[in-house]
């Protein structure tokens, strides 16, 4: 069975402040792929980033960055020095290889930045 | 570059009324279509996908269907609609070629339909 367990339900914190949203996992598979996204208050999500089970470095893209630990299961997503713009709610989501590519998403987890 | 689009954005529709949303997507070909849900709560439940013209495969049993006539289209239905069909309706697509350290697995999403049953 696939699952992603997003613990933190909602987050706020203030401009400037460093926030880590967290991602849990479960899967069987050997082969799998996870991924974050974003959804603005206009509701389409935005990919951020993808991660393959096999490539557990580290990432990081501008403030953004990601902890990838097959031991502990877990796919953490940090904003350093967060913007108003930051708000969003944000996804982690989970692929199997033999799924037909088929997405398994957390619950989300809705982020405030507030000046 | 590729482009995603869904109609309407927004619905209000009767208990019992027929519903179709549809999909399209530009600048790519035999891509996989996927039909999303989001209910209230924000969880995102897939519906539908489809490798292919007429390959439709179920996720969820429930009063929905899909279809994809053309390539890269994909249609979304409802005979007959009830109050638990509100929601966000979220189409996207994948790319079907290449290895694990290709882009093949990201799926790209399209702006969302909103509807509403009443």
């Known amino acids: 069975a696939q699952k992603v367990t997003q613990a933190q339900t909602e987050i706020s914190v203030v401009e400037k402040e460093d926030v880590t949203l967290d991602c849990v996992y479960e899967?069987?598979?050997?082969?799998?792929?996870l991924f974050w996204y974003k959804q603005p208050p206009s509701g389409e999500l935005v990919f951020l980033i993808r991660?393959?089970?096999?490539?557990?470095q580290n990432e990081i893209s501008g403030r953004y960055s990601w902890n990838f630990q097959k031991s502990t299961s877990s796919f953490n997503f940090t904003i350093t020095a967060s913007q108003v713009v930051d708000s969003a709610v944000y996804f982690c989501?989970?692929?199997?290889?033999?799924?037909?590519?088929?997405?398994?998403f957390g619950k989300g987890t809705s982020l405030l930045v507030t000046p | 570059s590729q482009t995603i689009h869904q109609w309407p954005a927004t619905l209000v529709q009767p208990v019992g009324s027929p519903l179709s949303l549809e999909c399209t997507v530009e600048?790519?070909?035999?891509?996989?279509l996927y039909w999303y849900r989001q209910a209230a709560g924000r969880g995102l439940q897939l519906l539908f996908y489809?490798?292919?013209?007429?390959?439709i495969s179920s996720e969820v049993p429930q009063n929905l269907s899909a279809s994809r006539p053309q390539d890269r289209q994909f249609i979304l239905s409802s005979k007959k609609l009830l109050l638990s069909d509100s929601g966000f309706y979220l189409c996207?697509?994948?790319?079907?070629?290449?290895?694990?350290?290709?882009?093949?697995?990201?799926?790209?999403f399209g702006p969302g339909t909103r509807l509403t049953v009443l």
């Open positions: 996207a697509w994948s790319g079907t070629s290449g290895g694990p350290t290709s882009s093949y697995n990201e799926q790209f």
């Open positions: 899967t069987r598979d050997t082969t799998y792929y």
């Open positions: 991660r393959n089970s096999f490539d557990e």
């Open positions: 989501a989970l692929s199997p290889s033999n799924s037909g590519y088929a997405l398994n």
């Open positions: 600048g790519t070909s035999n891509p996989n």
């Open positions: 489809s490798v292919g013209i007429g390959q």
